[in-house]
């Protein structure tokens, strides 16, 4: 009899449990929710504040750390660099800079040469004049002092420039044969050169926020 | 029979004459009526850029209730038009490339070129042209990614490149990848690989050195904007069944700028010429709701209404047809 009272008067105990169960769940999915939320957003909008420590320093191979941003593009952070790994960085970046403005003379060579002047004897001489540069640039790398944790590094960057050096000597046959495809082969191996420069710049002298 | 052999070879050459002559109107006909397609694609997406940095007229001002002062950061779309012409399909800009650069801004959304225009319902292989409308990194890369397309660019941009990056001074020469990057200087955006990219293209006999104006396509037609962001952009004028569009690459880095009268995104800009670029497009289009902006931040939504029918396709990256010409299904998913 109380069993039917309570049945016809409204909900039964049970559903009144079941309901409150299923309201508490929905209120803890949507604080997780809006928990994770926020959590992302701060750490989103942390990681252009945290790129613009850089901005202090001439010099930003110090990482920022994992923990201020943690949601740059989704990568995972890499190690700050060591004191030592510092002063190679900065070594080797005073034969990065100017090898990196040749690999350019490299190009502009090639296309001066291909769209304007089709002159193998400037061709030949501004490449020759870039040889020498980089077989220089080659010398001064291997006599830099290598940090043990940076050897790894240092052997992609030295190929890189080997690689620069074979550019150049393809793009002399062509001022010798006028064989133009030798052009397109010796672009190849800049364009990988300039990809393994670019890992090596990752570790050792990364970018800085500046969208274009 | 000497009149026979007479008569035969007048009727021939008048055959030969009438045919050729309708045969040209016939095709000067159908390029003057050019009408093509035009969809927009987002290569990827600069989060939470300070809007002062994009726009300096719109910089925050804590507790202002000025609309155009009270917006912290904005995300900036990389924007890539499609243009399909006939059996021409023209990109205008390329996006980027290296995941490394993508790393070194924060940004997101990023989808290869091939893949989204796979989601078109086209091939990279189908690219006959790609028009960039100037060669920072984040507009000119992926061109190796499209075999049978002819790049455009203008030689006042190659000079500049050129100047910038072998210049004495490392703070000019300096570029994105560099120790402490660079700020707007000279060479800022002309990143290695980007120049290889269009290095690559001259080499392989499949790039166009431009010289001012030059129509690609009938009625399809570069014009230059030498100094409206680099040295040597470029803009796209497209017939379209809505009318006239103008892509403009960075020149016309913001859709409001262009409304509002505002500079966008200086880079290596002389804002004197931006605004003559924004005039440019007034003229071309009788207004300004069909210049078609690189960076627009309000771009897929209807505050930009050409690129209101929209959709969001790979990795959260978006897309929007913005013109349909007869005769050309949809490709709306």
Redesign the interface.
């Known amino acids: 009899m109380g069993g039917s009272t309570i049945q016809a008067g409204g909900i039964s105990r049970g559903r009144v449990v079941l309901l409150g169960s299923v309201i508490a769940l929905l209120v803890g999915i949507v604080g997780v929710a809006l928990q994770r939320e926020t959590s992302r957003q701060s750490t989103?909008?942390s990681?252009?504040n945290a790129?613009r420590l850089?901005?202090a320093?001439?010099?930003?191979?110090r990482r920022v750390s994992s923990q201020s941003a943690p949601g740059?593009?989704?990568?995972a952070e890499p190690a700050a660099l060591t004191a030592e790994e510092e002063v190679y960085a900065e070594s080797l970046?005073t034969v990065h800079?100017a090898a990196?403005?040749w690999?350019?003379?490299l190009?502009?060579a090639?296309?001066l040469y291909?769209?304007e002047t089709r002159d193998a004897g400037k061709l030949s001489a501004k490449v020759q004049a870039l040889s020498i540069q980089f077989a220089a640039a080659e010398s001064k790398a291997r006599a830099i002092d290598v940090p043990p944790s940076m050897h790894a590094v240092h052997e992609k960057y030295l190929a890189a420039i080997q690689l620069y050096e074979n550019a150049a000597a393809e793009m002399l046959k062509t001022a010798q044969d006028g064989n133009?495809q030798r052009?397109?082969v010796a672009?190849g191996m800049?364009?990988h050169a300039?990809?393994e420069?670019?890992?090596v710049?990752?570790v050792l002298?990364?970018?800085?926020?500046?969208?274009? | 029979m000497r009149n026979l052999v007479g008569s035969l070879y007048r009727t021939g050459a008048f055959a030969l004459v009438a045919s050729g002559v309708f045969a040209g109107w016939g095709g000067t006909a159908a390029h003057a009526d050019t009408v093509c397609s035009a969809w927009l694609m987002e290569s990827s997406r600069f989060m939470h850029v300070p809007f002062g940095s994009f726009m300096p007229d719109r910089d925050f001002i804590p507790g202002s209730a000025d609309p155009k002062h009270n917006i912290q950061s904005v995300d900036l779309p990389v924007n890539i038009g499609v243009i399909k012409c006939d059996n021409e399909l023209i990109l205008f800009d390329s996006g980027w490339k290296q995941q490394e650069y993508h790393k070194m801004t924060g940004t997101e959304h990023f989808t290869p070129l091939p893949d989204q225009l796979n989601a078109l319902g086209f091939k990279p292989e189908d690219v006959t042209k790609v028009v960039i409308g100037h060669g920072h990194w984040d507009h000119a890369g992926q061109l190796s990614d499209l075999p049978n397309a002819t790049l455009y660019v203008q030689k006042e941009e190659l000079k500049a490149i050129e100047w910038a990056l072998n210049y004495p001074n490392p703070h000019i020469r300096a570029v994105n990848t560099d120790p402490g990057g660079c700020n707007r200087t000279p060479a800022c955006g002309y990143t290695p690989l980007t120049v290889e990219e269009i290095y690559g293209k001259v080499l392989k006999g499949k790039a166009v050195i431009v010289d001012g104006e030059m129509e690609v396509y009938p009625g399809v037609k570069i014009h230059p904007a030498f100094r409206a962001h680099t040295a040597g952009s470029q803009l796209l004028e497209v017939p379209t069944p809505i009318g006239k569009l103008v892509f403009g690459s960075d020149a016309y880095s913001s859709y409001e700028g262009i409304r509002d009268w505002m500079v966008a995104n200086i880079q290596q800009t002389d804002s004197v010429q931006q605004f003559l670029a924004y005039e440019q497009c007034y003229k071309i289009t009788g207004g300004y709701e069909h210049c078609i902006s690189a960076h627009e931040p309000l771009s897929y939504t209807d505050k930009y209404p050409v690129t209101a029918n929209s959709w969001v396709a790979m990795n959260g990256g978006r897309m929007a047809e913005l013109a349909l010409a007869p005769g050309e299904k949809s490709r709306h998913p």
Do not use: H
């Open positions: 989103v909008l990681a252009p790129m850089c901005i320093s001439y010099f930003c191979g740059l593009a989704g990568a970046w800079s990196k403005a690999a350019i003379g190009d502009f090639g296309l291909k769209t133009d052009l397109l672009q800049s364009q300039a990809e420069m670019l890992r710049g990752d002298w990364p970018g800085e926020y500046k969208p274009n």
